[in-house]
């Protein structure tokens, strides 16, 4: 019986050992090796050094000045990142969606696209697409007194295509630093 406890427990410590550390350790290796930035959390920095936030995850940005991302069911917090499970057919779902679109404040009878009124699976994402961030155009050029058609521009040249599908995406934290670098 001692002798099957002590395989039991060097099966489990070497179990342990290649599940929780050597196999996490080689993953991050080759990762750091493969693609050291996004292995790093793909940080956007200021010259100072100091982090502004990720290529890969969500923040808020509430100011009318500023694109805003997909709304988040956990407030943007990533160590909560889950869907809200509202049903599609519920009536919080359309008032949280018609409480959105209030506040995206795009103009009556302009068609808002979906990504802006419901969150998405994680509450995280980074991206919108064009057409999401082009009909916050209006809204951000008022709010920084700029010609509708510079920001439209500005979102245009921010956007960039996923290899594989037609639609173009717009990272939300990088276009908001370039529209702030705007002079």
Known sequence: M??????SLRLAVCTILIGAVAYPLTVQAIAQAVAPEQAAGSLLRREDGSVIGSRLLAQPFR?????????????YNA?????????PAGDKLRAAAAERAGALRL???????????????????PDLTL???LAQVERIAAARQRP????????RHRSRR?????RRLVNVLEANLA????P
């Open 131 to 133: 057409e999401g961030a």
């Open 162 to 166: 996923i290899p594989g599908e037609a």
């Open 107 to 125: 103009g009556a009878g302009r068609a808002v696209p979906a990504e802006l009124l419901t969150a998405s699976g994680s509450g995280l994402d």
């Open 148 to 155: 509708a058609a510079a920001v439209a521009a500005l979102v």
């Open 79 to 87: 160590a909560a990142a889950v869907g809200s499970n509202l049903s």
């Open 2 to 7: 001692a002798s099957e406890l002590g395989r």
């Open 63 to 75: 100011s009318p000045r500023y694109l805003w991302p997909r709304p988040s069911a956990v407030d």
């Open 179 to 182: 529209l702030d670098a705007l």
